[in-house]
């Protein structure tokens, strides 16, 4: 029994319309996974993608690229899409690129993106996605740590290149761009080349991708993923999404990062869907790309929390949303607010899931949690994971509403979506792989019916006093407020407390910062929060660092409290709770 038959088990589960069968459907289809013998070989693009999809609907669409600026289209076929991939391929191998090579990827979400990406997974290469947003500093601490043997590149970023290969001393056997530049070969020239490639005989247990982690607590890791724990362990993602043969899947994602891969490439394509990129550039026109949702008729949707955030401030009631059947979110979870909103304007619930890069989707809300969604909550673990929690002696908490750090428990099987390792890193292996369990560096707790909640990263739980504070409730409670649109918490340095719960807050266009404003948050924090909880500074920020796939870099903002308090500098609109002698008696009545 191989692989093949797990993908066409899926597509069947996929469009059944009872919810209650296709829950238990799915359950059965992962524990027929988890529970059979992976085949020693295994190659996604020749098995899967070819072997089924093209073979059976070839003639079906599935790539449709739009630049929202132009309006150009390019649209894709399954058979044309492989044919595009195997030229890539064999232009790669005709200059000496082999398998196991690593193949460098610094382009924006354009078709070559999809035809590269395949590309590598049919020769066997490890792609190293990398965002077109990268400084010549940190090529050069991705090119040190891994040396690139190929690079794909488009015309701004291939000086940047240059510059880093040229200081470390870096050659690779092949630098291709899309245009034209000094040194580089056209990806003009891979139209040459013939349309049919043969598949390398890669093993399961192979190295196919090799992500640089986005950073949000600190120096960026390698993360190894193998010829089966991405292609394959994302039917989970496919499964939650809830794609289906035939759809047209939209992510709102750019590459360089996993989400790219997780809901651009390996979900829809799984499953016989349209994968559909909408590219916009350097910065997001929300109505343009709501207007591409809607002219197109997307069906399924996935997006960030920053752009959900974004959508908020439009007039949702001009998008004609009829063709969109799911909607879902991953990546930090959702306020309750933004959730309510979407399904007001677009009937479709706004469903959390939850995975990493070291993983693929864990925890969520699946097609069959319609109508049972809780806002706030992001789900219950998928059935390709075994989660728990573990608290901080690393014993398993088995009662409710336990604050514990996220694990995935080895002992019963292991999950194929997992990470192969941390490439050069023994240590931060031994870190997050103890007594049988892989710790995710992300703190949860669950309720009584079973449904989970996001507390934070490990890190970014704030310690004040005796008590544990997570940033997300206490973020939810400031974005409640009708002027806030965007909100970070993070623990500020205190002498007495150790730390102090600090909001950094962005306001809606056309709010101005000011003494009454921070009043009437405080006030409203005291309203909705138990007292420990209520932040203790705010200070109004124009915006939130993050990395590109849209998660806020707490950690930058942790380390400028930290280097603020050092030099007891003041932000010029941050305010002190206890500068309004106002809140002491609505202090009381919490």
Not at 45 to 59: M, N, P, T
Not at 366 to 371: E, S
Not at 423 to 438: A, H, I, L, P, T
């Amino acid at each position: 029994m191989g692989l093949e038959s797990i993908y066409r088990d899926l597509m069947t589960v996929s469009v059944m319309a009872d919810d209650e069968k296709k829950a238990a459907a799915s359950e059965a289809v992962f524990k027929k996974l988890n529970q059979m013998e992976i085949p020693s070989r295994f190659n996604w693009a020749s098995e899967i993608l070819e072997g089924i999809h093209v073979k059976e609907r070839g003639d079906h669409p599935a790539l449709l690229w739009v630049d929202l600026t132009t309006g150009l289209e390019r649209r894709f076929t399954y058979k044309e899409l492989a044919a595009e991939s195997n030229k890539c391929l064999n232009f790669l191998r005709a200059h000496g690129v082999a398998q196991g090579d690593s193949f460098y990827m610094m382009v924006p979400s354009v078709p070559e993106t999809w035809f590269s990406n395949i590309a590598t997974v049919k020769g066997g290469l490890v792609a190293v996605p990398t965002a077109d947003t990268m400084t010549v500093r940190e090529l050069e601490y991705r090119f040190e740590s891994y040396p690139p043997q190929a690079i794909l590149a488009d015309v701004k970023s291939a000086n940047l290149i240059d510059e880093a290969l040229k200081n470390i001393g870096a050659t690779p056997k092949v630098k291709i761009v899309l245009g034209e530049a000094q040194g580089w070969i056209s990806y003009s020239e891979v139209d040459k080349e013939k349309p049919t490639a043969e598949a390398a005989d890669t093993k399961s247990s192979d190295i196919i991708l090799c992500f640089f982690t986005s950073g949000t607590t600190g120096l960026a890791k390698r993360v190894a993923h193998t010829a089966a724990s991405y292609p394959v362990g994302h039917l989970s993602t496919a499964n939650i999404i809830g794609v289906r043969p035939g759809d047209l899947h939209n992510n709102l994602s750019q590459p360089g990062w996993a989400k790219w891969a997780w809901s651009c490439l390996f979900a829809p394509l799984n499953l016989g869907a349209t994968s559909t990129g909408f590219y916009y550039g350097s910065r997001l026109d929300t109505g343009k790309y709501l207007g591409a949702v809607s002219k197109y008729k997307v069906t399924t949707f996935c997006a960030p929390p920053t752009a959900w955030r974004a959508f908020m401030l439009l007039d949702l009631e001009k998008f004609d949303f009829s063709a969109l059947r799911e909607s879902v979110s991953a990546g930090e979870p959702l306020n309750p607010e933004i959730i309510q909103t979407w399904k007001k304007y677009t009937g479709t619930e706004i469903r959390d899931f939850y995975g990493q890069t070291e993983s693929t989707a864990m925890i969520g809300n699946p097609p069959w949690y319609k109508g049972k969604v809780v806002p706030g909550s992001f789900g219950r673990p998928h059935f390709l994971y075994d989660i728990g929690l573990a608290d901080d002696q690393g014993n398993e908490i088995t009662k409710a509403d336990e604050v514990g750090h996220i694990v995935v428990k080895l002992d019963k099987w292991r999950a194929l979506g997992l990470f192969d390792r941390y490439v050069g890193d023994d240590e931060k292996m031994k870190s997050v792989f103890v007594n049988n369990w892989y710790y995710t560096g992300d703190r949860a707790s669950f309720d009584e019916r079973g449904y989970w909640w996001f507390v934070g990263r490990a890190d970014d739980v704030i310690k004040s006093s005796d008590y544990r504070v997570g940033p997300f409730e206490v973020e939810s409670a400031l974005v409640e407020h009708h002027t806030v649109v965007e909100a970070a918490v993070v623990g500020s340095p205190d002498p007495k407390r150790w730390q102090l719960v600090k909001g950094f807050v962005v306001l809606r266009p056309g709010t101005e910062p000011s003494r009454e404003l921070a009043l009437d948050i405080f006030q409203h924090c005291i309203d909705v929060l138990a007292k420990f909880k209520i932040p203790r500074i705010l200070e109004f920020v124009p915006e939130l660092p993050k990395t590109i796939s849209g998660k806020i870099r707490r950690v930058q903002l942790r380390a400028t409290e930290q280097e603020k308090k050092e030099k007891q500098e003041k932000g010029q609109y941050e305010y002190f709770y206890q500068d309004f002698p106002e809140l002491s008696s609505s202090a009381k009545k919490n």
